[in-house]
């Protein structure tokens, strides 16, 4: 999932799973995952060191090569035009019936209007 789309998912009020849509449960803990997380083993993009999945992201903060392999990603990213995500449709969800602003979910719909349109008399519903 790209940024935009995954923090629309994960607002605090109600996060909600990116693919169907249902509400996240707080504190329960996928143990099957952590378990295979903490076995699977892979290696430094920047440095070629092995180790389990679980050290990665402490290692990725220490690891200067690899800092610079991430670096050198962004660049060839960022050449790129960037696509803003509004712009793609998704069945899951709706455009601002006030200022066409689109791919809000149903709560970001709501929250949108109430921050930006409260005082708004045109009648859109």
Do not use: W
Not at 51 to 65: D, E, F, I, T
Request: glycine share 4%; proline share 6%.
């Amino acid at each position: 999932f790209c940024t935009p789309c995954l923090q629309e998912c994960l607002k605090p009020k109600k996060p909600v799973c990116g693919v169907c849509r249902s509400t996240l449960s707080p504190g329960s803990r996928a143990l099957d995952l952590e378990k295979q997380i903490e076995m699977t083993e892979t290696t430094c993009n920047g440095c070629n060191k092995k180790m389990y999945l679980s050290k990665m992201r402490s290692h990725a903060a220490s690891c200067s090569k690899y800092q610079n392999y991430i670096m050198e990603g962004v660049k060839a990213v960022t050449k790129e035009p960037f696509h803003n995500t509004r712009n793609f449709p998704n069945r899951f969800t709706f455009p601002c019936p006030y200022c066409s602003e689109k791919n809000f979910d149903q709560e970001g719909l709501v929250e949108h209007c109430k921050t930006l349109h409260s005082m708004d008399a045109k009648q859109v519903v």
